[in-house]
């Protein structure tokens, strides 16, 4: 049944938040207060058991901004989300937006005959989808916005008529903040190394003492990391601030991305192929990077790499898993070139046919994932994955926060 929130925020307008069932969890997470409004949705025999939907609440859209949370994972679904999408402008809506984590029809965006790469009479069902989202009434300030988290293709935003306008977002800033709090307790850990360093020349330790004792840390630790109290303050400082997007991003940057380069064991990213390196390689500066590159080589495809992974930890990056393959052909070889631990990072967590199976044999450390797809919930509770976790706990899937869609809205 679709729902309806109301956040209340005293720094912003009224808005006004539509859910899909299945987007439940995710509309209660965005939303910090909510007032619960009443929608009747069931099925009308007598008309062959199509929808019959009633927003029993609909005063409240009148003069808010209206959003509604879509999923469009499962195809049967579209019709009915369709249909409550397409009224809500109507009912007076200030603003409208369709908030969708996932854009579906990801690998069918081509034609084919002359113009297309795909198979002759096959349909681009995206452009369909796209087609269909364009239908949308106008709300009083304008056109429909329509707001995706790393769509697969980035020409598809060409597929929308004037009345629908996409907003492409991404969910990179979460890994980062993941990242950089590695790299923050790195630095801890040095200047915790070198007050020990300290203590042992007072005691008169000899400098094979210090050495072993230092043993654990990477071989290029010894440096000294470039920051005195009052640049670690600042860091402190704009980084608390950033969490209220009250923030000097420019000078933030620029401190992160000279930390992550002073830090010997920040980890290193990695990326599938080119493609991902060039879309997502901008988001990461101050990391070392890695690219797997599938080339064909005697009539069959081999990935190889481009970079050193050897003696340390490294991010797989990309914005889908499907089956796995391709991840799990890349982790392989960075295991192979002395990469001490694979940990994986995705947007999207399709895991078609049990493909999530392949992700508990060990051979990822962790593997991270928005909470932005509703079919996880029976893949994260299955009996055998638990009892993976259980027996090591650092291998298994970790979900990232997905509060920050709150601030899209």
């Not at 269909?132 to 769509?151: N, Q, R």
């Not at 000899?206 to 670690?232: G, L």
């Not at 920040?266 to 192929?273: N, Q, S, T």
Request: glycine share 6%; aromatic share 8%.
């Amino acid at each position: 049944m679709a729902q309806m929130i109301a956040v209340n925020d005293v720094d912003m307008p009224k808005v006004i938040l539509f859910y899909a069932p299945q987007m439940a969890s995710l509309a209660h997470k965005i939303a910090q207060s909510v007032q619960a409004c009443h929608i009747t949705w069931r099925r009308a025999p007598a008309e062959g058991g199509f929808p019959k939907i009633n927003i029993d609440d609909y005063y409240k859209v009148r003069g808010s901004i209206v959003v509604f949370l879509a999923c469009f994972d499962d195809p049967e679904c579209i019709y009915e989300q369709f249909a409550v999408m397409s009224k809500l402008p109507r009912f007076g809506a200030s603003v409208f937006k369709i908030l969708m984590p996932f854009f579906p029809s990801l690998t069918l965006q081509t034609e084919g005959g002359e113009r297309g790469s795909g198979k002759m009479g096959e349909i681009p069902t995206a452009r369909t989808l796209a087609r269909l989202l364009s239908a949308m009434p106008k709300a009083k300030s304008g056109p429909t916005e329509l707001v995706v988290y790393d769509i697969h293709h980035l020409q598809e935003r060409f597929y929308f008529d004037d009345d629908t306008v996409p907003r492409l977002e991404t969910s990179m800033p979460l890994i980062l903040l993941r990242l950089d709090e590695i790299v923050d307790s790195n630095h801890r850990k040095q200047e915790r190394v070198v007050e020990s360093h300290g203590e042992t020349k007072k005691n008169g330790e000899t400098k094979s003492d210090w050495e072993s004792a230092t043993s654990s840390v990477h071989d290029d630790s010894s440096a000294s990391y470039p920051w005195d109290p009052d640049t670690q303050e600042e860091y402190t400082r704009l980084k608390n601030a950033f969490m209220t997007r009250q923030v000097d991003k420019k000078r933030l940057s620029k401190i992160c991305y000279a930390r992550r380069k002073s830090d010997p064991n920040a980890p290193m990213i990695a990326f599938p192929d080119e493609k991902t390196a060039k879309r997502f390689g901008k988001h990461f500066q101050g990391f070392d990077q890695v690219t797997c590159t599938r080339m064909m080589k005697a009539a069959e495809k081999v990935v190889v790499l481009e970079g050193n992974p050897r003696g340390r930890q490294v991010v797989l990056i990309d914005d889908i898993i499907i089956t796995g393959s391709t991840m799990i052909k890349c982790a392989e070889l960075l295991r192979s070139l002395g990469a001490v631990s694979i940990n994986v990072y995705v947007t999207h967590a399709n895991f078609t046919e049990n493909s999530w199976k392949s992700f508990t044999t060990g051979l990822f450390d962790k593997v991270w994932i928005v909470s932005l797809a509703p079919l996880l919930g029976p893949i994260l509770d299955e009996e055998a994955f638990l009892a993976a976790a259980q027996e090591d706990r650092s291998k298994g899937f970790r979900q990232m926060r997905a509060d920050s869609v709150r601030s899209r809205l």
